[in-house]
């Protein structure tokens, strides 16, 4: 077991109340299958697949050995004017992965990389296609795309962006679809909504349509609390971009790799995005990477001018960086070889019922779900909003339980490899802790 670091002051934590940590730490020594392991040695049961990313469970023997044979024969490969066979490999199989013909990859590090690649790509096709004129992006209130720029200026959670600016300015939001008076206790899409996409034609009004490049949204929202579509509203986005030249990004960095019972979400919604950002799952997050995919017709745009040109100047030291390839393709195997996808669609009807068992919990005004993703929100203490969630993730911390809290809503997304006794063990932590802190 690794041993307790005794100075905890030079490590400035992200997205984490450092103070607060430092004065009572909760450290993680290793991990195992649903398990971590705390410094402590208590056993904790993963509710929440590290950050929405080890979908395929922890410290997987078949990864760990592709990753360390990777790193003695080819340990980096540079992608500017090069390459290595496990990248071409790897973008062929997540080509026949992916649904219609999003089959261009373009590889990244991270989910915020991957927001700000799609961002630009849909710049530099108007650009290509000379329509220049399109620069404004459209993203929507609650959405969270990553702490990048671009990415920050399209998200949607006021505490992300009022320490940073003024950001971007050709940016504008849709209203998020998150409304209790009409959706509370949703199982899977709520049937109210759809008609909020139609405040994309008061924006493009507002606008002009040929001022707008792209609308990004996640197709479920998680960040925010597990927000999912109503029915019938992202295929009306899909509609009225297409019939305004606007380009549709899915930023599926969560919803990618299984989490919806389905490869992508675009697969279970049967709803084709003009790019589709991806991360997290994509490597069992054992190694950090991510994936932009790109219709033909986006990459077909741009692969024009003479040869020797270089079409998309952009990219990373680390894109299609090998150990991340040699990560994705053993991952891949696992996916396939356990059908996970399948397996956790197969497990959402239980899924669905153990959570919805805290309908009636004090304190509860909402649970919703849909693939092996839920949102339990809970009522929020006067004038202190978050206090009441964070009181519930300690609580659940200390019952044996990893959840994930977002603003005053209990996040669960479990592995995918979860039995139905790890649910049903998550429900009854995440109801005795939320009675505890009545
Ligand atoms: C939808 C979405 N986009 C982008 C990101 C950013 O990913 P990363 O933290 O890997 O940069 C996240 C992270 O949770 C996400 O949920």
């Known amino acids: 077991m690794a041993e307790a670091p005794n100075d905890l002051d030079a490590y400035w934590m992200p997205f984490t109340a450092n103070r607060q940590f430092k004065a009572a730490p909760r450290l993680m020594a290793s991990a195992s299958g649903m ?18 990313c080890v979908n395929a469970g922890h410290c997987r023997d078949e990864i760990a050995d592709a990753i360390a044979a990777q790193a003695r024969s080819l340990d980096y490969a540079t992608a500017f004017q090069m390459g290595h066979p496990a990248a071409f490999t790897l973008a062929t199989r997540l080509a026949r992965l992916a649904p219609g013909d999003l089959d261009h990859v373009f590889y990244v590090n991270s989910g915020s990389e991957a927001v700000e690649t799609a961002l630009k790509i849909a710049l530099a096709y108007h650009h290509a296609r000379g329509e220049g004129r399109r620069g404004r992006l459209i993203g929507r209130e609650r959405g ?70 792209a609308v990004i949204v996640e197709p479920v929202a998680g960040s925010t609390g597990v927000l999912v579509p109503p029915v019938g509203y992202l295929e009306r986005l899909r509609e009225i971009c297409d019939a305004h030249g606007i380009l549709l990004i899915f930023d599926e960095v969560i919803t990618g790799y299984g989490r919806l019972g389905a490869a992508f979400a675009a697969t279970r919604f049967n709803v084709l995005p003009d790019l589709m950002t991806t991360a997290k799952g994509l ?82 005004i909402d649970v919703r779900n849909i693939g092996l993703a839920a949102g339990v929100e809970l009522a929020s203490r006067q004038g202190r909003p978050g206090a009441r969630a964070y009181e519930v993730f300690l609580k659940c911390l200390e019952l044996g339980l990893l959840t994930r809290q977002a603003g005053d809503t209990i996040a669960l997304s479990p592995p995918l490899i979860a039995s139905e006794g790890d649910i049903d063990q998550m429900a009854d932590i995440l109801g005795q802790a939320i009675a505890a802190t009545a």
Request: net charge negative.
């Open 35 to 52: 398990h971590y392991r705390m410094a402590d040695g208590r056993q904790i049961l993963d509710g929440t697949a590290g950050l929405w």
């Open 144 to 213: 969270y795309h990553g702490v990048n720029f671009g990415g920050m200026a399209v998200g949607g959670i006021g505490n992300n962006r009022k320490q940073f600016g003024p950001g971007l300015g050709a940016v504008d939001h849709l209203p998020h679809t998150h409304d209790l008076a009409h959706n509370a206790f949703s199982r899977g899409q709520p049937a109210w909504g759809a008609h909020l996409a139609d405040d994309l034609l008061r924006l493009i009004a507002l606008h002009d349509a040929t001022t707008i490049a």
């Open 283 to 364: 490597t069992n997050a054992a190694v950090p990477m991510g994936a932009v995919f790109a219709r033909r017709h986006i990459y077909d745009a741009l692969m024009t001018g003479p040869e020797p040109a270089i079409e998309l100047f952009h990219g990373y030291t680390y894109s299609g960086h090998p150990l991340a390839c040699a990560a994705a393709l053993a991952t891949l195997d696992i996916y396939e070889k356990e059908n996970l996808f399948a397996r956790a669609r197969a497990l959402e009807p239980y899924f669905e019922n153990a959570v919805h068992r805290l309908d009636d919990v004090a304190g509860v």
